[in-house]
């Protein structure tokens, strides 16, 4: 099944919207290499562009949220480190097992279940308060 954005993760905030649609094309893409066997500097490109697209998109909400004197912002940024760390143990069992079933099924639960959430409490509840304000 492909990873897709769906409707009921909108915040309402363009620009971050906008980030998590390509965010779920490109954890999609991620899963499409893993699962198709592609080779491993293929899949590590992949892994290192999401590396990089992730931190962006966390510090542009981070800069919304310290713009706005957002009361959530330590929590909420407590769990982009979480989420960063989640990667790093990804990207090392990448390194070691390369694309194996394993990578597959914690793509899915660290990031692709944790995004789910976080973007439905945190995210949506960060996009009711910037539309007060923006
Ligand atoms: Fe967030």
Same mark, same amino acid.
């Given at each position: 099944m492909p990873v897709e954005w769906t409707d009921d993760l909108a915040t309402g905030v363009g620009e971050i919207d906008k980030q998590h649609k390509e965010l779920f094309r490109r954890i999609d893409n991620l899963l499409n290499a893993c699962t198709r066997g592609k080779g491993r500097? #293929?899949? !590590?490109?992949v892994i290192l562009f999401l590396d990089?697209?992730?931190?962006?998109?966390?510090?542009?909400? #981070?800069?919304? !949220?310290?713009?706005y004197d957002y009361s959530g912002y330590e929590?909420?940024?407590a769990q982009h480190? #979480?989420?960063m760390q989640n990667f790093s143990e990804l990207?090392?069992?990448?390194d070691?097992?390369?694309?194996?079933?394993h990578l597959v099924v914690n793509t899915n639960y660290m990031v692709? #279940?944790?995004l789910q959430n976080h973007i439905?409490?945190?995210?949506k509840a960060l996009g009711a308060f910037l539309k007060t304000k923006i």
């Open positions: 500097d #293929e899949v !590590m490109k990089d697209y992730v931190t962006t998109h966390f510090s542009a909400e #981070e800069k919304f !949220m310290k713009k929590n909420h940024k480190l #979480e989420f990207k090392a069992q990448f070691k097992e390369g694309t194996g079933v692709v #279940e944790w439905r409490k945190l995210d």
